[in-house]
């Protein structure tokens, strides 16, 4: 056989593991009783499983492990030596009867664990990440969503140094031991996946609060952090507890233990988990104050609290039969945490940003090497899939199911969903079949959704017959072909769609759903008596990318006219976007309609300035890529900063009057006044680009005297781009203000990744080599090197140093933590959409990645489909 110039020249590639091969499991676990002695050198794990044969077959129970040996097997309390094997890294045992208790004993050095999966040590504590494959390296056991079991544990630790032991469930017992030592005894009543299992032995103090839910039960809350964070918790807390009450309002649904509690680590791979009532949570997503945290953070933490709160349903109560269905539960919280996000807030801003962070991370994966659909069909590594596709897309499909069948609908089939499958590992297909079980409308067709990766390319042809009054709207949709699916079927899109009268302003009989579900089709309307202005896709009711052939008149009526405020600000970005790839592909645009719309948006008094904010953005550098054939890093900056700087001093007087009015606002936590916060450092960032030679004096000045971080981090972004003198002595200010926080340090170096000026590769370069930067924490890796990889200028610097230091950082990266290294991987194989000499340089770093000994099944999988 012949290696694919990869992985290690006597390893074979990993394999792949197909949808279709699932199984259900020979052998279940109603019941398990785990032992921790813990110990950050040698942890002893004694697991007591209780299993059971499950159909009528012959076939060994296999315990998964990873990186484990056993030093005790005991079948039904008798010790044994040769009546189990291991298959690899799987203990294999021969069972004569139906039921048996098998017990084990092994050991584990949790401090020596970088993967920061399974068991681990964080700042002087114990926690345990298991999704989706992590409990396989604490003890053996079936380690598959679909074998679930009630649990007892048991732990045991120094006093001192773990004072607080927690688990899931409720604690049941404790008391302390000889030699300084204590333990304690929590029980979780309810059947749970091995992934959604926890433990934590900490020296931390805890928020405490409580909540009674509708029913009357009252909920013990603490959220556990380090004693000097405290203060910094008040923001989740309050955050838990609205979760908690949307849960019950909008989709019926209670909690259901006497206890909740969430713990704050450092490390952590990903954002946070969902433990069965032991949420553990990346601390970025939950420690915020005014001073270290922005609007943004503060709005993230509010939004993971509640994601994570959602899945005690959608993931928990309700699980997953294989991690295929990984969408079933990530694609509906993620809907469910974005329509509470919207609640809490501005919903049309929210709105924005989640299409916003769609197009900036899943749209590429959809038309990348890395595409999949939201239920993917095989895999190497698991870990790699817990993507924008996944999550977002996922999200995007509920949303057009919750379109499709109308709010009451939805709650019913949701309502069923819940029922029907309580305390089972279901499938997406389920889901389906629940919603349209509930609601009576066929969803065979939309099925599709699930299995065909791809963003459908939708066009739009609006002509207008005045003699007859009618219009006809022409609709096509394609789905491009993506890896292992050259051709698609076409898929029901939900399209809300309004027609403006062009003089009047007045839409014709108000909005329409239209279901597209062919590749080609015709609606007529009917009593249009004036030339009508096409509103599509409003609020973005399908994932999909709209071509719709709009002249810049019209893109600016609507920009100024549409009353959905999603429609509003897509037809600003079009005609930004139009504006751009016309002035790459020329060399020069006419930037006239572009500053009217913005001039007209800024001064209409009736607008929330969050939603201004958000519509005088221009469309980032790598969203105007993508809607080009070949993407040119360097004319689409060139093109975007003088489209910026036009803005800036053509609009000179209307940044000012804007930037004048937000700016004497005392700090509070509310929506207008983070609205305001918003658009004065938007405007503040287009007097910069004017050049106005006073620009420098009020960023520095902003930065200086902010009495929040939104406003400090808003002034170093723009300081930092530019040249000005006090750029420098801004971040050294903000470091040694902030030295000793690493959530805020993160800050300090990605505003330094981001950074557009033309020495950014060297500085980024530098900054690796900075006494903070630290391989093991992954906060801090994405924060330089995350960062830096979405900086279109400076990472495709046609030198190829961004693309070196990339994979330098994912090599040495994945000899610490295969996962994250693997995340950093995606922005190279985005190779083929640029030019011939960087799409060489990009690949010959993914080449070099795969010749490398040693690699990491996660960074295999990615750097080599990357490739192609
Ligand atoms: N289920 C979590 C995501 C998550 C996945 C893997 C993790 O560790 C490797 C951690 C968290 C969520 O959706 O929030
Ligand atoms: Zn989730």
């Given at each position: 056989m012949t290696m694919p110039d990869a992985q290690t020249a006597t390893a074979a590639p990993p394999p792949v593991i197909h949808r279709e091969d699932y199984r259900p499991p020979d052998w279940l676990v109603p019941d398990v009783a785990l032992d921790f002695a813990l110990d950050p050198a040698a942890t002893r794990v004694t697991a007591r499983l209780s299993v059971t044969r499950s159909g009528a077959h012959n076939r060994p129970l296999r315990l998964d492990g990873d990186g484990l040996t056993p030093l005790a097997v005991r079948i039904d309390g008798e010790p044994q030596a040769d009546a189990w094997r291991m298959d690899g890294a799987a203990l294999m045992i021969d069972l004569p009867g139906d039921a048996h208790v098998i017990e084990t004993e092994v050991e584990i050095a949790p401090e020596k664990n970088s993967q920061l999966m399974g068991l681990y040590a964080s700042g002087g504590m114990l926690c345990t990440q298991c999704e989706p494959e992590g409990f396989r390296r604490i003890t053996f056991f079936p380690d598959r969503p679909d074998v679930l079991s009630r649990y007892v544990v048991r732990m045991e630790a120094d006093k001192a140094r773990f004072p607080v032991l927690l688990s899931n469930g409720d604690r049941t017992d404790g008391g302390d031991l000889d030699d300084g030592r204590h333990w304690a005894e929590w029980r979780d009543p309810f059947f749970k996946p091995t992934y959604l299992f926890a433990l934590v032995a900490a020296d931390l103090v805890a928020n405490r609060d409580s909540f009674a839910t509708r029913s009357g039960k009252e909920v013990e809350l603490a959220i556990w952090v380090k004693p000097e964070d405290l203060a910094k918790t008040e923001h989740a807390m309050a955050a838990l507890k609205a979760s908690m009450a949307w849960d019950e309002k909008a989709y019926g649904r209670e909690y259901d233990l006497g206890e909740f509690n969430i713990v704050a680590v450092a490390d952590f791979n990903f954002g946070a988990m969902e433990n069965k009532s032991l949420n553990i949570f990346n601390s970025r997503y939950i420690l915020a104050d005014p001073d270290t945290a922005t609007d943004v953070d503060y709005d993230n933490v509010a939004g993971v609290v509640a994601h994570e709160y959602f899945h005690n349903w959608s993931g928990n109560r309700v699980t997953c039969r294989d991690w295929f269905q990984l969408s079933l539960k990530e694609g509906f919280t993620v809907f469910r945490d974005q329509s509470f996000s919207a609640d809490q807030g501005s919903a049309a801003v929210k709105r924005i940003e989640d299409v916003r962070a769609l197009r900036a991370s899943q749209f590429p994966e959809d038309a990348g090497p890395l595409a999949h659909p939201i239920r993917p069909e095989s895999y190497m590594e698991i870990s790699n899939f817990y993507t924008a596709t996944v999550y977002n897309k996922g999200a995007e499909v509920i949303r057009m199911l919750h379109t499709i069948l109308g709010a009451d609908a939805f709650r019913k089939g949701s309502d069923l969903y819940f029922d029907r499958h309580d305390g089972q590992a279901a499938t997406c297909e389920d889901f389906v079949t629940a919603m349209e079980d509930a609601s009576g409308v066929d969803l065979a067709r939309f099925r599709l959704w699930y299995s065909q990766a791809g963003t459908p390319r939708v066009t739009a042809r609006l002509e207008h017959e005045p003699a007859g009054g009618q219009a006809r709207l022409t609709l096509e949709q394609g789905v491009p072909p993506t890896p292992g699916q050259p051709s698609k079927q076409p898929m029901p899109i939900p399209l809300r769609v309004a027609l403006y009268g062009e003089v009047t302003g007045q839409t014709f009989g108000g909005e329409r759903l239209v279901m597209l579900e062919d590749a080609h089709q015709e609606i007529l309307f009917e009593g249009i008596g004036e030339r009508p202005v096409l509103s599509i896709n409003r609020g973005f009711s399908a994932p999909v990318t709209v071509v719709a052939d709009r002249s810049a008149a019209d893109l600016a009526f609507l920009s100024a006219q549409d009353d959905d405020p999603f429609a509003r600000y897509e037809a600003m970005q079009q005609l930004m976007v139009d504006t751009l790839v016309r002035a790459v592909a020329l060399g020069e645009g006419d930037h006239r309609p572009v500053i009217e719309a913005v001039q007209e948006t800024l001064r209409n008094a009736a607008l929330d300035p969050a939603f201004i904010a958000e519509a005088v953005l221009l469309p980032s550098e790598s969203f105007i890529g993508d809607q080009m054939p070949v993407v040119d890093p360097v004319a689409i900056h060139l093109a975007r900063e003088a489209l910026r700087r036009d803005l800036g001093q053509e609009l000179e007087d209307e940044w000012r009057a804007s930037y004048a009015k937000t700016h004497a606002n005392r700090y509070e936590y509310t929506p207008p006044a983070k609205g305001l916060r918003r658009l004065k450092t938007v405007s503040l960032g287009y007097m910069a680009a004017s050049g106005a030679p006073d620009a420098s004096v009020i960023a520095f000045r902003q930065f200086r005297d902010a009495d929040n971080m939104t406003d400090r981090q808003g002034a170093l972004g723009t300081l930092v781009n530019s040249q000005w003198a006090e750029r420098d002595e801004a971040l050294k200010l903000f470091y040694d203000r902030y030295r000793g926080n690493d959530l805020v340090i993160d800050k300090w170096f990605t505003t330094q990744a981001l950074s557009t000026r033309d020495d950014s590769v060297a500085a980024v370069e530098a900054l690796a080599g900075h006494g903070d930067f630290t391989l093991a924490n992954p906060n801090r890796v994405r924060a330089l090197v995350g960062a830096f990889a979405v900086n279109q200028k400076g990472f495709n610097d046609l030198s190829g140093r961004g693309y070196r230091f990339l994979a330098d950082m994912v090599l040495a990266v994945d000899k610490l933590n295969p996962q994250t290294a693997a995340k950093l991987i995606p922005p190279l194989g985005r190779w083929r959409r640029f030019d011939e000499a960087r799409a060489t340089l990009m690949r010959a770093e993914l080449a070099r990645v795969l010749a490398?000994?040693?690699?990491s099944k996660d960074v295999f999988e990615q750097a080599s489909k990357s490739l192609g």
């Open positions: 490398t000994p040693g690699l």
